[in-house]
């Protein structure tokens, strides 16, 4: 008799970057030898069973945008074991809940995205009323460092930070210092300037040897009321 091959049905309901709970979950379940089909939705219609929908194993799916909870919420009708997680659905889910505790990342389900992406912290030093982050991640933690997000050669030395608060954490010039490392090796200086953008909070910029990194919250002025500023 023939082992079963578990597989597992893994569900990007929205989001144009990858997701990395799903990537992280992704290396996760192939550790453990299961099979993994991925596929990004953006319609209640993707949901409907297809010829080859049955026998899943197990079906999770993340958003991350509250907009999206109708089609999180069809995907239930369909599958009602399915498990959901993300900020669009519930600030509160982790997936240590449901026993993921590799740190790794399936770059194999976006085989077209060349850069590496990650963050190099968590949390805000701010709380501005409407946003999820500061409920959600709390206070600033560092995450990892860039050349743990990097995923090495042959790989572009382009790292996309999702930080929302760069220069909140305290190891922010280390940080700087390894981004720094990481383009002082390039073979080619990129040109337009290469720009990793800070989600939410700034912009960095790589001149040739020179490096720029500046802060400015999106909803305010850079210097004026309420803003922050710094340098590297
Ligand atoms: S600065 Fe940005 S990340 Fe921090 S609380 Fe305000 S909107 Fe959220």
Request: one cysteine or more.
């Amino acid at each position: 008799m023939f082992p079963t091959v578990r597989r597992s049905l893994l569900l990007q309901l929205d989001g144009k970057l990858p997701n990395l709970a799903l990537m992280r979950l992704s290396a996760f379940l192939k550790q453990r030898g299961e099979a993994i089909e991925f596929r990004r939705i953006s319609s209640p219609l993707m949901l409907e069973h297809g010829l080859f929908d049955e026998g899943w194993t197990s079906v999770y799916a993340s958003l991350i945008f509250e907009r999206t909870r109708p089609i999180a919420e069809r995907l239930r009708q369909i599958y009602p074991g399915a498990i959901i997680g993300g900020t669009g659905w519930d600030r509160r889910t982790r997936l240590e809940q449901i026993g993921v505790t590799t740190q790794a990342l399936d770059y194999s389900l976006y085989p077209d995205y060349p850069h590496s992406i990650g963050f190099s912290q968590r949390g805000c030093r701010l709380r501005c009323p409407f946003c999820v982050v500061p409920d959600k991640e709390g206070r600033v933690t560092e995450e990892r460092a860039i050349e743990e997000i990097w995923r090495g050669d042959p790989y572009p030395r382009n790292v996309l930070l999702l930080d929302n608060d760069f220069l909140g954490a305290p190891q922010w010039r280390e940080r700087v210092e390894e981004l720094r490392a990481l383009c002082a090796n390039m073979t080619e200086t990129p040109a337009p300037p290469a720009i990793t953008d800070l989600s939410g909070g700034g912009e960095m910029r790589h001149h040739g040897r020179r490096f720029e990194a500046q802060w400015r919250f999106p909803h305010s002025r850079v210097g004026g009321p309420g803003a922050e500023g710094g340098r590297a």
